[in-house]
């Protein structure tokens, strides 16, 4: 479980991709929701989105070139507000995705499988163990199997995505009409900040920085490109799936495995439905791995000692769920909310500090700062 330089570029490259949704999951089960009252306008809103995360991209790529860690954000806060400050920051990131494990595998059990397979009730109280205890063998038993896990489960989804966007516009036609402003404004513009909160988990490889090679310059691209490469996805088909169509679906749970049912066959449904739970898992995993770098680096132990805490602490997390899997979920999710964008919002307004320490402070980093801070309000906003 060495914490070596040891994450080759390729492996990093799923490793982000996977953190971001992952792709299948913001396109199949989120951006039509996120999206609200914009939703004749998804594409536009979707392009907003992506526009608006362009900031804390570029906040984390100019930190990055300068810092790379296993510290991730909280690294960041230390060198650029001091220690007290990435404390405060460190623990209240760590709270929320702590929280996140456990409550992400109730989600994964208890809402998102029981509308894909048909399975007794009393299968997914074993799953809801089983699951956690499969994360946590991949963590300790190998971090390059975990790692593949996640490259080939990326690449995976953007087939599926692909192929479903194929499936639905083939029986559709190509439309471009969501391009266009066919809500107001106000509500493309909160559609946009919505879809561009989808995107936050793309800090997660920042936590990665101690074991690349070349660190500060490879960081900063792999998650550049993986962010072009989902958001262009996610715009993509956005667009080109009609509003007629998304309106019919926004209210199931799994908007694009209904789409898959209605415009595929039944096997590719499943596929979609199977890689949907890839999806989540895959972040599941990705945040382990970031949690666990994480508390090695604030807390100044070893890798292995901080995988087995944590471990642990998800499994006993998972056990207290099974009181009451539902009631779990929803006393579990909003305090991860409200955590992950506060400890969001303070990376983000460090970083003119950080600015004045390593650089200089210049327009263009205080205008990126106050866009980013206000992404991370948004999302702080809809969490309260």
Known sequence: MSDAKTVPDYLLLGFALSSIGGPLALIALYIIGASGPALNSL????????????????????????????????EFVRQAAGEKVAK?????????????LPYTVVYVVFY????????????LYVLEIALP??????????????????????????LVIIVLVWFVTSHTGISVATLAPNA??????????????LFICLDLPLFLGGEIKNGRKILGKVLVASFALVAAFVVIAAVLIPAGVTQRVASDAIPGFVLAKMYSNPAFAATVGIFVLVSVIGLVLAEFFALT??????????????VLWISG?????????LINPYKFYDYTLQPSLIALWV?????VLAYPSFLKRFSRLTAVGVFAALVSAAVMLYGLYTAL
Request: net charge positive.
């Open 43 to 74: 594409g536009m809103a979707a392009l907003i989105g992506a526009l608006l995360f362009v900031f804390p991209l570029f906040i984390w790529y100019n930190y990055s070139k300068k810092i790379a860690s296993s510290g991730g954000l909280y």
């Open 88 to 100: 405060i920051q460190g623990w209240i990131w760590a709270f929320s995705y702590f929280l996140y």
């Open 112 to 123: 998102l499988i029981p509308d894909i397979f048909v399975v007794p009730r009393s299968y």
């Open 133 to 158: 205890l499969i994360l946590i063998a991949m963590v300790i038993l190998s971090k390059k199997i975990s790692l593949l896990f996640l490259f080939f489960g990326a690449i995976l989804q953007l």
């Open 184 to 197: 107001g404004a106000l509500d493309v513009f909160g559609g946009g900040f919505a879809i561009a909160t």
């Open 293 to 306: 770098r994480l508390m090695k680096h604030m807390l100044n132990i070893e890798l292995s000692s901080s």
């Open 313 to 321: 602490l998800f499994m006993l997390m998972s056990l207290a769920s």
């Open 343 to 347: 400890s969001q919002l303070i990376p």
